[in-house]
């Protein structure tokens, strides 16, 4: 599909799941970034990636101009029921300004805080309640907190497993954070259970994204042009075959018909002498005609 | 050019081998449709009786219409609706022959043929600025053989000829700032006195030669207290203002071009003095003026002194002065008393006489008298006569002569504001099916006739007959529920704020009602309705219950004012109750709960960010605190971008005692940047549509799971400078890009983007795929897209083994918690015509296929099956696609010509499509409204699950009989031949 080469899934996505306490290690590092989601002692599962390979060679020519690439660090906000809002993460990240002035956030980390004592105690009452688990972030990230703050929430209870996990989706456009999906990465089915997390760490997992381009329309008159003799040939053959295709079981009882009548008229004219009476008489004296014998 | 014979035969081959093309043959036009026309609110109206022959009035209306109406039966002759943006200013006769109407802010001039409404000419006037608009038809002025027309506008004053619409003259006063006021011409004179205001607040008067345009004289005059814009001319050379704090009356006389002011205030005509109007503009050497409720009569005296000579306490609508017989010059008058409105003629010079003195008994529910225009005839005694063409408050016409009501039109259909449908009452065990379907021989006869036209025999008598008997057939308007559910009312809701139940047989009005204020304080004088919805629709229990709608209305346009609902029985039209709820209507929600009466609950959002239930009993309230937990719902404030999502938190006990009041938090946020995006639309799908299956069988053995969620919303943004008219941008400047949003959770399912695209975005969401419309600038084109949602949490259930042993998840709960696991496709098609609505039709089960309804910009309406919109087209589909009716992908969709269901017809100024499904299967009904109102119903996939209509009955019968007696004839025949043959 040459209409593939189109798209551009501008989504990036970076994956960390980390411990509270590595964050500050991670924020003042900005030359591994490009590499981090290997080198990662913590990730057990390979780096998510939404988009498609195409997309890497565009990223890359962008990569090799440093010049316009600046370090950004926003900050995760949480809130137990309606508590109200404080610091519970902090995401770094590359802004790349691009030549045509477009701007996109690339290599995201995310370093979670650690959950204070109040803080467990907080988030057990909202397990309890099966209240919600809210968490907000700045809506534009060059000078949050934006023009609002963009939230987001999750029942409690549908995030503890083993531990903490949370899913964390991004919309971005250029430097605006349009919304957040928050939840568990896996199902929350309905009447919730209370379920004390085993551990109070977060295994967190980020994704950015941002618009997916629509497909072009298709305009058919160019590619026709392209293949226009395969095409034909295919579409106005079977409407050749198709006529026959088509009527043949008009025309097999047809022809049944017309030769039954042929041999018909052909009896008709044996039997001339003694059909005087009709067809219906005829048919009955034919049947009981070996009854006579 | 070959290539394009050949992309046209292979468009051909494919469109022929793919299509059922819905149509209908010329004989069925009107067994299942009507189309009512409608004209609107009639703003200005103008006699047209002089001369023998048909009697008529030209009216203009505030839906933009020019008409005329036939005097004698209210029907109309001919009409034109003008584009919205086309507002008429002004309409008048000229020449006798000409209608002129003056339109779009005094800057389109038009001319149509008074007996046909043929155009005549069409003159685009320059205008330069945006002021109030003048359309003045001088009677006796003539120049060089011509007849101009005056008409002022965007800061010039043109003369305009009658005959050809050529500009004479135009003069440019928009350097000054003037508008002009008044065009006043003394009799037997060339110069005209133009009047108007400077930054008003000093009076300007031009002596202009009506040949030339040449100003001859001109005088101003400083007037320190500024004026307000109302005026009324008392005589040739005088005029009456108000001024800026509509305390005192200001007399201007400008007699040979000598400005002077004469001022009055209103404190010494009347005691309690208030903020003054002046009505009527056009009585001459008198003036109508509105104190506090009373209208005074106030006559002007030579010098500009103003005496007071009659008032009446009750509201009352005036018209016009009318010139009489004997240079008298006579209005009328209609005030309210009780039930009867009294139409009083006077002469203007002499109160005391009353020409015509009539009283009329009035429907309550037409409301007030809005307007009145009169017109004068000669009797056959040979004295005069009058006739009065009234508005009322419901925007009805009526027609008043001889103190009877001679017609009415019931105007107010032509603003329908929202529609929503209900059953009509079961039949009663009394009424026997004898008495409807008359005798035996009478429905033989009937049948007779069917087969001698389905045999092609029937005489053209025979054809209209049968016709006739068809449009009568099964009682189609009878007014009672039938088994296949085709009858029906709609209930439309108007901007007037009336109520009115449509039978969909016949299109006739069985109720209407018009909404009243409970408190009937002076802030609520009449609430305008907003909203309706089901209240009570009793199926299961309650069945002795009649069926209610919930009007919901506002005290005053600001969305701040506080709410009025009123529940309205659909049997009857009866109110049963209204009440003033107290707090602000931002947005109602039906909830899928109903009490043991089978009353739906409603939660109703108010400004203050409180949401209330309805109905207040405690049944509902135990109701709604079990689900409380449960309910989500959600705000878009399309200025700031902003769409937020709230849950219920508590009862606002702490800040009122009402313990249905809530108040909420918020749960999510979706901030769309300001400075590239623009909410310009937002959808979701209509709550209580049918789905059949979820699944989704393909040929080659797949399955796909269509994610069914009620919770979808559907936004539209495009970039802000792209939000204006199509074209304003270039394609680099505009974007589009639409969203799928999970309302409970605010996931952004799906996004994606159109570059070069712009709105108006018009859509169609239903079970799980939306289809929407929009511009493609760079390909100069409209287009259409569609987006299929699939579910792929659920499809691994496709092992039969699977099923039969319960191990699939099919049963399980779906929660918005859980991260979704959807896909979706999409595909975009061109499309040729510009939309004005879209919308989908819905049966009973959801099981007939889907065709889309497209009210085009002809004012029409297009079914387009939903196969066409298929996001799985592909260009060769294989042999299996073609079976299971994937058509091959073309790159536009196609327009056909028979697949309009309005068939001949327009429903002109068309605003919106709804659909109702009616209880047969395979059809659904279909109610268009905008100027005009159109239904049908209409089957998707045929009617697949009954007979037609005029499916003969006696031939079948007669077939029977006939077999049956041959069957015995020769059986006889066999009997008597066995035995003769033994005998011998």
Redesign the interface.
């Known amino acids: 599909m040459p209409n593939l080469t189109l798209v551009l899934f501008l989504s990036t996505l970076l994956f960390s799941s980390s411990f509270a306490f590595q964050s500050d290690e991670l924020l003042l590092d900005d030359e591994e970034f490009g590499l981090e989601g290997g080198s990662h002692p913590r990730s057990p599962e390979p780096v998510i990636t939404d988009s498609p390979p195409k997309q890497t060679p565009s990223i890359r020519r962008r990569y090799s101009d440093p010049d316009l690439d600046s370090k950004i660090q926003f900050t995760l906000e949480h809130a137990f029921g309606?508590s109200d809002f404080s610091s519970a993460g902090t995401f770094s990240a590359r802004l790349k300004t691009w030549s045509h002035g477009g701007q996109t956030l690339t290599k995201l980390r995310f370093s979670r805080n650690e959950f204070s004592d109040e803080e467990k105690d907080a988030f057990q009452n909202l397990l309890k309640g099966?209240d919600?688990y809210?968490i907000r972030l700045p809506?534009?990230v060059v000078t949050p907190p934006?023009?609002?703050?963009?939230?987001?929430?999750?029942?409690a209870r549908?995030l503890p497993r083993d531990g903490l996990d949370e899913?964390i989706?991004i919309?971005m456009?250029?430097a605006?954070?349009?919304?957040v999906?928050?939840?568990?990465?896996?199902?929350?089915?309905?009447?919730r259970q209370l379920k004390l997390p085993g551990k109070w760490t977060f295994n967190s997992h980020t994704i950015l994204?941002s618009?997916?381009?629509?497909?072009?329309?298709?305009?058919?008159?160019e590619?026709?042009?392209g293949s226009?003799e395969n095409?034909?040939g295919?579409?106005?053959a079977p409407?050749e075959r198709s006529f026959w295709a088509k009527y043949w079981m008009y025309l097999i009882p047809l022809g049944l018909i017309v030769m039954n009548a042929v041999t018909q008229a052909s009896n008709m004219a044996d039997e001339q002498p003694a059909g005087s009476q009709g067809q219906?008489?005829a048919a009955?004296?034919r049947g009981?005609a070996p009854r006579?014998r | 050019m070959a290539m394009a014979i050949r992309v046209c035969l292979l468009l051909l081959v494919f469109l022929s081998s793919a299509i059922v093309s819905f149509s209908l043959y010329e004989d069925q036009v009107g067994l299942m449709d009507w189309h009512q026309r409608y004209i609107g609110k009639v703003k200005h109206a103008v006699f047209h009786t002089q001369k023998t022959g048909r009697k008529r009035v030209i009216v203009s209306t505030e839906e933009n219409v020019v008409a005329s109406l036939d005097l004698r039966h209210g029907e109309i002759f001919w009409r034109h609706v003008l584009g919205t943006k086309d507002a008429i200013d002004g309409v008048d006769i000229a020449l006798g022959k000409y209608v002129i109407t003056l339109s779009s802010q005094g800057s389109m001039l038009r001319a149509w043929n008074l007996p046909d409404g043929q155009m005549v000419w069409e003159t685009s006037l320059h205008s330069a600025q945006s002021s109030k608009s003048l359309l003045s038809v001088p009677i006796n002025l003539k120049a060089d053989k011509d007849y101009p027309i005056l008409v002022f506008g965007g800061g010039y004053l043109h003369a305009v000829s009658a005959i050809d619409g050529e500009v004479l003259w135009k003069k440019d006063f928009t350097a000054e700032g003037f508008e002009v006021q008044r065009v006043l011409q003394p009799p037997e004179s060339s110069v005209i006195y133009v009047l108007g205001f400077l930054h008003s607040s000093e009076a300007v008067v031009y002596q202009i030669d009506s040949k030339t345009g040449e100003v001859v004289a001109q005088k101003s005059m400083v007037f320190p207290g500024g004026f307000s814009g109302e005026i009324s001319s008392v005589s040739s050379d005088k005029v009456v203002v108000l001024d800026s704090t509509r305390s005192i009356l200001v007399t201007i006389g400008f007699l040979d071009g000598d400005i002077s002011f004469h001022k009055t205030p209103i404190s010494d005509l009347v005691e309690d003095s208030g903020n003054a109007e002046i009505l009527s503009p056009l009585l001459s050497d008198m003036l109508a003026v509105k104190v506090s409720k009373r209208t005074m009569f106030v006559r002007v005296g030579g010098e500009g002194k103003l005496e007071v000579v009659d008032s009446l306490s009750d509201e009352t609508a005036m018209s016009d002065s009318l010139p009489v017989a004997d240079d008298q010059v006579a209005f009328a008058s209609v005030h309210h008393e009780g039930s009867k409105i009294h139409l009083m003629v006077k002469l203007v010079d002499d109160l005391d006489t009353v020409l015509l003195r009539e009283s009329i008994q009035m429907d309550q529910h037409r409301g007030r008298v809005h307007k009145v225009f009169i017109n004068n005839y000669i009797k056959t005694d040979r004295s005069n006569g009058f006739r009065a063409l009234i508005v009322m408050e419901d925007h009805s016409l009526l027609l008043l002569q001889q103190g009877a009501i001679v017609w009415s039109r019931e105007e107010g259909l032509a603003s329908v504001t929202d529609v929503t449908t209900a059953e009509l009452p079961v039949e009663k065990d009394g009424v026997s099916v004898a008495k409807v379907e008359h005798t035996l021989v009478d429905w033989l006869k009937g049948h007779v006739l069917k087969l001698k036209g389905s045999l092609l025999l029937a005489s053209p008598e025979d054809v209209a007959a049968i016709q006739e008997m068809r449009m009568q057939s099964s009682g189609r308007s009878k007014l009672t529920r039938d088994h296949n559910g085709f009858r029906k009312l709609f209930i439309a809701l108007t901007r007037a704020g009336k109520l009115f139940a449509l039978h969909t047989g016949d299109g006739r009005i069985v109720w209407s009602m018009l909404l009243n204020s409970p408190s009937k304080s002076e802030a609520c004088e009449r609430p305008s309705g907003i909203s309706l919805y089901q209240w009570q629709v009793p199926h299961h229990h309650a069945m002795d219950e009649n069926p209610s709608v919930l009007v919901v209305g506002r005290c005053g346009s600001d969305s701040s004012a506080p709410g009025v609902l009123s529940l309205v029985d659909v049997y009857t039209g009866k109110e049963i109750s209204s009440s003033d709820i107290g707090h602000s209507v931002v947005q109602v929600m039906p909830l899928p709960f109903t009490d043991s009466t089978e009353q739906r609950l409603h939660l109703i959002a108010d400004t203050e960010g409180h949401v209330h239930l309805y109905p207040k009993t405690s049944e509902a309230l135990s109701i709604f605190q079990r689900e409380f937990q449960n309910v989500y719902w959600y705000t878009v404030e399309g200025d700031d971008g902003i769409i937020r999502g709230h849950a219920m938190k508590s009862s606002c006990a702490g800040e009122t005692a009402d313990e249905y009041c809530f108040t909420t938090r918020e749960l999510w946020t979706v901030v769309f940047p300001s400075e590239s995006e623009k909410i310009i639309s937002t959808l979701t799908r209509k709550p209580n549509e049918v789905v059949h299956t979820q699944a989704k069988v393909s040929t080659d053995q797949d399955v796909l799971y269509k994610y069914v969620s009620r919770n979808l919303l559907f936004v539209a943004t495009v970039s802000p400078k792209g939000a204006g008219e199509i074209g304003s941008v270039t394609p680099e400047e505009s974007a589009l890009v639409v969203y799928l949003i999970d309302t409970i959770t605010g996931r952004i399912l799906h996004r994606l983007s159109h570059q070069g695209c712009q709105g108006p975005v018009h859509a169609v969401f239903s079970e799980n795929w939306v289809v929407y419309h929009y511009f493609n600038l760079r390909a100069h084109k409209y287009e259409v897209t569609v987006v299929e949602i699939y579910d792929q949490s659920r499809a691994e259930n496709k092992n039969v083994w699977k099923l039969v042993l319960g191990k699939h998840n099919l049963t399980a709960p779906i929660s918005s918690y859980s991260r979704p696991e959807m896909f979706t496709k999409s595909q975009s098609y061109f499309f040729a015509q510009s939309v004005k609505t879209i919308a989908v039709t819905s049966t009973a089960k959801g099981i007939t296929s889907k065709q889309l309804l497209i009210g085009t910009i002809g004012d029409q309406i297009l079914a387009l099956d939903k196969r066409f919109v298929d996001p799985r087209r592909t260009l060769n589909p294989s042999q299996a696609e073609k079976e299971e009716g994937i058509i091959p992908l073309t790159d536009s969709l196609p327009i056909i010509p028979q697949s309009y269901i309005t068939h001949s017809l327009k429903v002109e100024g068309l605003r919106g499509i709804v659909t109702a499904p009616a209880k047969l299967e395979s059809t659904t009904h279909v109610f268009a409204y905008g100027v005009d109102l159109f239904y049908t119903r209409l089957a998707p996939s045929k009617t697949y699950d009954s007979l037609t209509d005029d499916f003969s009955y006696a031939l079948l019968l007669i077939t029977i009989v006939a077999l049956v007696a041959a069957i015995y004839i020769t059986w006889v025949i066999s009997e008597k031949r066995e035995l003769s043959e033994k005998w011998r």
């Open positions: 309606d099966d919600f809210r809506s534009n934006g023009r609002e703050y963009v939230i987001a929430s999750v029942r549908c899913h989706v919309h456009d250029g605006n954070i349009l919304a999906s928050y939840g568990s990465p896996g199902a929350c089915p309905y009447p994204k618009s997916e381009q629509a497909p072009r329309t298709p305009i058919f008159t590619e026709i042009l226009s095409m034909e295919e579409a106005e409407v219906a008489p009955i004296q009981s006579r």
